[in-house]
């Protein structure tokens, strides 16, 4: 994602999980104007993590690269804004 050094996702979709590739990444909720504020989060040694603004569960999956998710519709890029 060349947009960022770290990855953004977001829950535009309103899944019951977003699986991602990165254990450090932004949150920004929904897609803009009605994202919350672009937080850091970092899950350590954790698998998974839930956003305290937006309660999406996400999950670290290994298989994916630095920048990718499942569904790929929530990794937000400049394009998506």
Known sequence: ???HGTPHFHNEPGVAQVRIGAKEFMCIGALPPND???IFIDMGDAEEVIC???STHYIYDST???DACIPAECAFTAATA
Do not use: I
Request: proline share 17%; glycine share 8%.
């Open 36 to 38: 919350h504020p672009h």
């Open 64 to 66: 994916l690269s630095h």
């Open 52 to 54: 305290p603004y937006c």
């Open 1 to 3: 994602m060349g947009d």
